[in-house]
């Protein structure tokens, strides 16, 4: 005699995209130049998004991952 059961099948977490809510909003543009201005004297940077890694070479930044900014540290792209 075989019994029967049934199987639950729940699908695994496949990534994004996820809800709004999870998603952090942007700094607007004018806090982002005040804080780069603050730290480096210039308003020279850019979304982490926007970015190559050909435009990272030769530049010396600092990452702000929570906000996903680029700050150079200097004015002018070398």
């Known amino acids: 005699m075989t019994d029967e059961?049934?199987?639950e099948w729940i699908p695994e977490d496949t990534g994004a995209p996820?809800?709004?809510d999870d998603v952090l909003?942007?700094?607007p543009m004018h806090t982002i130049d005040k804080i780069c201005k603050r730290k480096f004297g210039h308003t020279n940077w850019a979304r982490v998004d926007k970015l190559t890694p050909a435009e990272l070479?030769?530049?010396p930044c600092?990452?702000?991952?929570?906000n996903g900014v680029v700050y150079f540290k200097n004015a002018y792209l070398v």
């Not at 600092?62 to 929570?66: I, L, T, V, Y």
């Open 5 to 7: 059961f049934e199987i």
């Open 18 to 20: 996820y809800e709004a």
């Open 25 to 27: 909003p942007e700094i």
């Open 57 to 59: 070479a030769g530049n």
């Open 62 to 66: 600092e990452f702000d991952h929570e």
